[in-house]
């Protein structure tokens, strides 16, 4: 802290801690035993009048940060907050002595106390404590930014988050839901018979998922490795091991951009059940969905925006071939030649990387361009070109597989497969994106021999899911913003 940089204000606030230090008292507190939170104490005293208030004769301990303070002489009030919410409290010369009450006035906006006392009600019909005891706890340095105007600033109120907190409502609001979000899919998973497991978050190989990763070194081994882009090789290795049915909450790590719904450093839940295909995985992923907004929100219809997304009603099925065709008026199962996709393609004006040289890649990109923004509704896309799905079972038809995209909003939720468990197929599409990446497809994935070894031994057959945590929470809790959701989101420099 430089003294030079300090305003009036922050200056006062440093000399109080001398003034501390010269009652006794250590500016920065101990222990202190609280009784009750906010919220429980609301509870307790719900749907009483004043008399029965008093009667009840309800003592508190209770402690939290000074939001506001009316000091008016003799008596004063105050508001502060903990984890739950806000409580009036009044404090009196009478109440509290001439010690105690003289150790009150002292205290700013911010810093945090302790308050013992008895439960009451103002005339006005405020819940109240009527405070029998003050003790400061902590103080605060920097005055608190103004509700209204001060961190306003997206980025700023992201980086620096604990004020965030500490001033926002709804910050705190979605802070507290998104555990609950998780804690909701855990249990729906634990009830039917999946088990939670921890795989590494450093990876000898870049596979799973199309991305680019960050690179790290290991010095001991003199080796890069990756941050993991995705979890599923192995989860897989797991299924081939016997586990039958596992899931993983973690962070996964994109060396990718940053905009309203990306985030270099995120959360997602990869879901692997063995002896089931696309379509239950689908039913699973769908009545897990269904579940945890019903749970979390109380309703399967939430509000996004100006929308009514309805988890409620049956997600709907199609095909992405369909949907160009809806869209677009073109079968790409009629195009026969690469020459002709990109006939297409020019007409509408797509441009196309020099690696996205197949009737697939084109399709894909029809896809993302003319559909995707249009699935407001919770949709299931499935029957992917192989090309774009290199861990994917094929279907009868082998330019396509057994994949589904689910899109909320325009946004993908959540992608599945029919596991490709088909070593030979594997190792070959392996090398095919390897050739890839050979032409500058920097998010083709690696050889991983040990993954094709371990399909050698024999996986079953088997469907597994990825989903978003940060998309779904941002969905459940009606942020349109990533960096909302995410306590400390990848930020630029000031």
């Given at each position: 802290?430089?003294?030079?940089?300090?305003?009036?204000?922050?200056?006062?606030?440093?000399?109080?801690?001398?003034?501390?230090?010269?009652?006794?008292?250590?500016?920065?507190?101990?222990?202190?035993?609280?009784?009750?939170?906010?919220?429980?104490?609301?509870?307790?005293?719900?749907?009483?009048?004043?008399?029965?208030?008093?009667?009840?004769?309800?003592?508190?301990?209770?402690?939290?940060?000074?939001?506001?303070?009316?000091?008016?002489?003799?008596?004063?009030?105050?508001?502060?907050q903990d984890k739950t919410g806000?409580?009036?409290?009044?404090?009196?010369?009478?109440?509290?002595?001439?010690?105690?009450?003289?150790?009150?006035?002292?205290?700013?906006?911010?810093?945090?106390?302790?308050?013992?006392?008895?439960?009451?009600?103002?005339?006005?019909?405020?819940?109240?404590i009527k405070a029998k005891k003050?003790?400061?706890?902590?103080?605060?340095?920097?005055?608190?930014?103004?509700?209204?105007?001060?961190?306003?600033?997206?980025?700023?109120?992201?980086?620096?988050?604990y004020l965030d907190l500490i001033?926002?409502?709804?910050?705190?609001?979605?802070?507290?839901?998104?555990?609950?979000?998780?804690?909701?899919?855990?249990?729906?998973?634990?009830?039917?018979?999946?088990?939670?497991?921890?795989?590494?978050?450093?990876?000898?190989?870049?596979?799973?998922?199309?991305?680019?990763?960050?690179?790290?070194?290991?010095?001991?081994?003199?080796?890069?490795?990756?941050?993991?882009?995705?979890?599923?090789?192995?989860?897989?290795?797991?299924?081939?091991?016997?586990?039958?049915?596992?899931?993983?909450?973690?962070?996964?790590?994109?060396?990718?951009?940053?905009?309203?719904?990306?985030?270099?450093?995120?959360?997602?839940?990869?879901?692997?059940?063995?002896?089931?295909?696309?379509?239950?995985?689908?039913?699973?992923?769908?009545?897990?969905?269904?579940?945890?907004?019903?749970?979390?929100?109380?309703?399967?219809?939430?509000?996004?925006?100006?929308?009514?997304?309805?988890?409620?009603?049956?997600?709907?099925?199609?095909?992405?071939?369909?949907?160009?065709?809806?869209?677009?008026?073109?079968?790409?199962?009629?195009?026969?030649?690469?020459?002709?996709?990109?006939?297409?393609?020019?007409?509408?004006?797509?441009?196309?990387?020099?690696?996205?040289?197949?009737?697939?890649?084109?399709?894909?990109?029809?896809?993302?361009?003319?559909?995707?923004?249009?699935?407001?509704?919770?949709?299931?896309?499935?029957?992917?070109?192989?090309?774009?799905?290199?861990?994917?079972?094929?279907?009868?038809?082998?330019?396509?597989?057994?994949?589904?995209?689910?899109?909320?909003?325009?946004?993908?939720?959540?992608?599945?497969?029919?596991?490709?468990?088909?070593?030979?197929?594997?190792?070959?599409?392996?090398?095919?994106?390897?050739?890839?990446?050979?032409?500058?497809?920097?998010?083709?994935?690696?050889?991983?021999?040990?993954?094709?070894?371990?399909?050698?031994?024999?996986?079953?057959?088997?469907?597994?899911?990825?989903?978003?945590?940060?998309?779904?929470?941002?969905?459940?809790?009606?942020?349109?913003?990533?960096?909302?959701?995410?306590?400390?989101?990848?930020?630029?420099?000031?």
């Amino acid at each position: 802290m430089n003294i030079n940089e300090l305003n009036d204000q922050e200056l006062n606030r440093l000399e109080k801690l001398k003034k501390y230090q010269e009652l006794g008292l250590d500016p920065y507190g101990q222990a202190f035993k609280v009784s009750n939170s906010f919220q429980e104490i609301r509870e307790l005293c719900a749907k009483k009048n004043a008399a029965k208030l008093e009667k009840l004769d309800l003592h508190v301990s209770v402690a939290g940060r000074i939001k506001a303070i009316r000091k008016m002489g003799k008596a004063s009030f105050m508001n502060i907050q903990d984890k739950t919410g806000n409580m009036q409290v009044y404090l009196s010369l009478d109440n509290l002595g001439k010690k105690n009450y003289e150790l009150f006035k002292m205290a700013d906006i911010g810093d945090i106390v302790g308050i013992k006392g008895v439960m009451n009600m103002t005339r006005t019909g405020e819940l109240t404590i009527k405070a029998k005891k003050f003790i400061h706890l902590t103080k605060c340095l920097h005055p608190l930014p103004e509700k209204f105007h001060g961190l306003t600033d997206v980025e700023e109120r992201s980086r620096r988050r604990y004020l965030d907190l500490i001033m926002n409502d709804e910050a705190r609001k979605v802070a507290f839901m998104r555990p609950k979000i998780v804690r909701s899919i855990q249990h729906y998973l634990d009830d039917q018979g999946f088990v939670e497991v921890e795989t590494s978050i450093l990876s000898p190989t870049l596979g799973g998922a199309a991305a680019r990763p960050f690179v790290t070194h290991h010095n001991t081994l003199d080796k890069d490795f990756y941050l993991r882009i995705a979890t599923e090789l192995n989860l897989k290795r797991l299924i081939v091991g016997g586990m039958e049915r596992v899931y993983e909450i973690g962070r996964l790590f994109r060396n990718e951009g940053m905009d309203a719904s990306h985030n270099p450093e995120f959360t997602t839940i990869e879901i692997y059940q063995a002896y089931t295909d696309l379509k239950g995985i689908g039913a699973l992923t769908e009545k897990m969905i269904r579940n945890t907004a019903k749970e979390v929100t109380g309703s399967a219809i939430v509000r996004y925006g100006d929308r009514d997304i309805d988890f409620k009603s049956p997600f709907r099925w199609i095909s992405m071939n369909d949907l160009i065709k809806e869209k677009c008026g073109v079968d790409f199962k009629q195009v026969k030649s690469y020459e002709e996709a990109k006939a297409l393609a020019d007409q509408k004006g797509l441009h196309l990387d020099k690696f996205k040289n197949t009737v697939g890649y084109v399709m894909n990109e029809f896809f993302e361009e003319f559909c995707q923004a249009d699935l407001i509704q919770p949709t299931f896309v499935y029957e992917y070109p192989i090309e774009v799905s290199p861990l994917t079972k094929k279907e009868k038809d082998p330019r396509f597989v057994q994949r589904f995209e689910l899109f909320v909003n325009g946004k993908e939720l959540a992608n599945a497969y029919t596991e490709l468990n088909d070593p030979i197929d594997q190792e070959q599409r392996f090398s095919a994106q390897l050739e890839a990446k050979k032409l500058g497809d920097e998010e083709a994935s690696e050889m991983d021999k040990d993954f094709v070894e371990a399909l050698e031994y024999g996986m079953p057959p088997t469907g597994g899911v990825g989903m978003g945590i940060d998309r779904f929470v941002m969905l459940l809790t009606n942020q349109q913003q990533i960096r909302e959701i995410i306590l400390f989101p990848t930020m630029r420099d000031r």
